[in-house]
């Protein structure tokens, strides 16, 4: 199945429920608001990484300055950066084992990407899941009790 197939991208959508959406914002014009406040109405848990917001509220959960820090198991790392910048967030969940890296539209880094693919991540690049979502009909997450 490609990357960016549907089917593949709806079973990486139906199979999250823990996001680290790094490149988080507190301005609510900014995308990164916007795709956190939606994802947040389908049922995810999204924990936003912002380096100069931490320890700041966001949307009702804590800032956090990088994935390392996040004290959850997170699913999918969303990536909210310019590509030059993603290499070291790569690394990072490749080190964490996060199952899914989602690069958002624009966001294109084929050599990290490979590498997180050897590391047996599955990777989403170019895409946005606030439209994916109702492209695809994913219906909402059901999470179980904390």
């Excluded at 549907?6 to 609510?28: C, F, H, M, N, Y």
């Excluded at 049922?43 to 996040?70: A, H, M």
Aim: net charge positive; proline share 10%; aromatic share 4%.
């Amino acid at each position: 199945m490609s990357r960016n197939s549907p089917d593949r991208i709806r079973q990486i959508l139906e199979s999250v429920r823990t996001i680290a959406l790094v490149g988080a914002s507190d301005k609510p014009h900014r995308a990164s608001h916007q795709v956190m406040a939606y994802l947040q109405s389908r049922g995810y848990r999204v924990v936003p990484v912002n380096p100069k917001l931490t320890g700041r509220t966001l949307l009702g959960e804590t800032v956090y300055p990088d994935l390392p820090s996040v004290p959850l198991k997170i699913d999918m790392a969303d990536l909210f950066l310019a590509p030059e910048r993603t290499d070291p967030v790569i690394d990072a969940a490749i080190r964490l084992s996060v199952p899914v890296i989602w690069m958002q539209i624009g966001v294109i880094n084929e050599e990290g990407a490979a590498k997180a693919e050897a590391a047996g991540a599955s990777v989403v690049m170019d895409r946005c899941p606030k439209q994916e979502i109702p492209r695809l009909g994913v219906p909402p997450v059901t999470r179980l009790p904390a």
